[in-house]
């Protein structure tokens, strides 16, 4: 898989991904990963980025056991925010592009130092129904890439993900 998502929307048939695609060889490659759903690309988006809040695990937070809630307004420009109890505001990232049953891209600097990493998600129909979604978090470079090990856990957020969508 190359850095190029936007290859990867067309409805030419292509075989089933799921899981991790590992570039060993760069140590400032993109972190990628895909799953097919059984849901539309409208729901697989609504449930990705409105959903986000509902599915992202309370552990991987900033906040912890002081969580109340993440605010991600979807529109280029905006900003997502966790929220703790005590009132307290950690931004994760900054939206870049939203296109509603297609692609969502924003910022990410939660848990690494330096630049923020971006992140990218692509949904594209699958041929014979349902919908593969196409995860990239990309943007490593000598101000971030030491925390890039700390982003080893995309597997299991998807799968969280993936339960979410398809059982709203």
Known sequence: MGDNLESHTSSAPQPPLTGPIERIDDPRAPIEHSLDLPVSRTRAYDAYVLGLPEWWPRGLTASGSGFDRIDLDPHPGHRIVEHARDGSE?????????????????????????????????????PHGGTRVLLQHHGWNESNLAGRAKHTDWSQLLERYAAYATHV
């Open 90 to 126: 950690i931004v994760w990232g900054e939206v870049l592009e939203a296109e509603p049953g297609a692609r969502f891209s924003h910022t990410f600097g939660l848990s690494h130092d330096g630049d923020p990493s971006r992140v990218t998600i692509v949904f594209a129909d699958l």
